[in-house]
Each structure stands twice: as structure tokens, then as C-alpha cells.
């Protein structure tokens, strides 16, 4: 049970947002179905996969049955019978690198009376020969409020949204953690901020690019759901099939992010960053650029796929000039969740603004 002190807290937070409805990431909100219907079926091949990901967001399906689950469930409701009151996330993995897989349950938090979570606790549960075993809280390595995405190379992947009541949070930050065994902690690999982790997604696709590992390529080069403003909406989508068929594009943009990348970004306005580079040639005609929107408009800060709706972080442009001429290519991304989804691309005039 949470301590009295931890209780009113929480309870004086949620009571300064009442009327707070969740439709985002994060849990249920007011106005849940207390009888839901049965699941909904898979959701079509043309939603991303990559939008499922770690069972956070409001595609995902109910995972398959796994018995180490029902384990886990066990063992966390003797420690803590509510646990289940609001949100549960389980993740599996071996993050202790002993050939077993672990699990990290992340729930929310707040006042029994509540609708909804107002923060998150998030616990591990490492195999052992006599079944899991439950260690102490970790929460407190997190930032912001957080989400657990996967566990992969015995590292756990989470992310830290700006808050849990917010009913769609911003992504604001990127973590890895590896376990400690001998303190019995986690203990931080990296943190990455917005900037940090498009370069990080520029850098791969170029690196998949260069060895033309197609399969790669067309991970990251996934089309965004489409925007919920309605004039966006009605705007030709990217092709990603088509955007590198050309050896020239494809050079453009692996020699344009292999420069900037190692290129400090400068404020371009309040929401704004920028980092350019000056090619032979004069003005911005021989100017490859990179420039990130941290704050989107309001038209274009939430995107929708299948009826759901999802924050964008930021938007990406890259662009570099064609040899020669006046003109240019650029390619725009879209930050969801932490990974790069292909918005627009085409020729442009590099003496225009942007």
C-alpha cells in the first residue's frame, strides 16, 4: 500500500485536473464501458505494427496467453492485492542476461476513488529456480511518467511522457537500463532527448541505406497515419516505395545526415532547432539543413490511424541541394513514440522559405 503522505498527494493532483478524460496513451478514462464489449479483432495490415509497440498505445491487442504473466500477476497481487485498479503493462524479456526471461509490470496510481491513474509504479520480477522473484521498486529511476517499451540485448527500453494525467502526453525523453545485479538496481545506459533521438533514427536509416539492407529501409521509412486536421488530411501521402529508387536522392541524404549529425543544433525560434552546413556554391542554394519542430501547431500536433490518435512529437526536414541548379530535395518525418515515420518528400527551390 502506498504510504498516507504519497495518498494525498496524488489525491490533491487528481482533484486539481476533475473532468480529465484520457483518450491517449496511458489507460482508460471517465466514460469506460464498466460492461465492454467483447475485443475487438486484430487491427488490418495496413496499420503499423510498429504502432503496437509495447503495449501502451490504443491499437494493441490482448497478448498472447503466456503462463509466466499469470505468474507475475500472482506474485505482485500478494505484494500489492489493488495493484490492477487502473492501467497494467507487462513486459517480458531477459534483462539479467541469464538465458530466462524476466518481467517489468508498470501500473498506475491514485486514489482509490478515482477514474484514473495520476502516476505509475513500476516493479521487476526476475526468474529464479524457484519462479519469479519480486525485487524492489524501481520507479525511481524514471523520468517524467513512465513507459516501459520492450526489452531487447538484456536492456529495458522506456519512455517518459510529460505527464500521466495529461490526456495525450508528449514524448520527452528516451531511456535504456540495464540491471545491476550486485546492487540490485537498474542502472541508467543512456537518456535521450528529442534531438538526440532523431538523429539516432536519421543515422540508422542512412546506415541501412549504405548497405542497402532493404529491409531496414522500409522500417523507416513507414507512412505516418494521416493528419486530423481536415484540409491535412486531404493532402497527397508520401510514397515511401519511391523515395530512394534513385541512387542520386539516396546519396544526397546519406551524405547530408553523415554531416549534420555531428553538427550542434542552434535555436531556430521559441520551438525550434536547426543545424546547417554551407556546400561549394554560395547562399542557401548550396545549404543542407536539418531543422526539428519541437512544438507543432495545434492542425498538426495529432495524427490518426485507424480512429485512434497519436501526439507528434516533433517534425524532421532534411534537405541538401542538387548539384548545379537552384533547387533541392527534401524529406519530412514525423517523431511518434520514438520513431521516424515518413511524412512528405519532393524537389523544392532552395531559395524559398521552408
Known sequence: MLPAARMALLA??????????DKGKGGEGEGVDKNPKPAATAPSNATDPALN???????????VANPLL??????MRKADPGFDRFDVNYTTGDLDRDGRDDVVIEYGVGDEDATRHVAKSIYLLLARDGG??????????????????????????????????VPFPKTIGYYAFEW???????RQVYEQDT??????????????????RKDEVDRHLRAAPAPTAPADRAKPRAAPEQIFADAALRRGFSDTVGMLSHIEFQN????????TLATSGEGKSAERALYLDLEPSADDSMLESDGYT??????????????????????????????LYLSEHGPFDMDEER
Open 12 to 21: 490533491a493532483s487528481l482533484l486539481s485536473v476533475a473532468g480529465c478524460v
Open 53 to 63: 509497440w509495447g503495449g501502451t498505445t490504443p491499437h494493441d491487442t490482448p497478448p
Open 70 to 75: 499469470a505468474q507475475a500477476e500472482a506474485v
Open 132 to 165: 519469479l522473484q519480486l525485487q524492489p521498486e524501481v520507479t525511481e529511476a524514471f523520468s517524467g511518467c513512465p513507459v516501459v517499451r520492450e526489452i531487447v540485448g538484456g536492456q529495458l527500453l522506456a519512455d517518459a511522457l510529460e505527464a500521466c494525467i
Open 180 to 186: 545491476d545485479d550486485r546492487r540490485k538496481r537498474l
Open 195 to 212: 534531438e538526440q533521438r532523431v538523429v539516432m533514427r536519421l543515422q540508422q536509416l542512412r546506415e541501412a541505406l549504405l548497405a542497402q
Open 268 to 275: 531556430d525560434g521559441k520551438h525550434a532547432r536547426k543545424a
Open 310 to 339: 497519436y501526439v507528434l512529437d516533433a517534425s524532421v526536414l532534411v534537405r541538401w541541394p542538387d548539384p548545379g541548379t537552384r533547387g533541392g530535395h527534401q524529406v519530412r518525418f514525423n517523431l511518434i513514440d520514438g520513431d
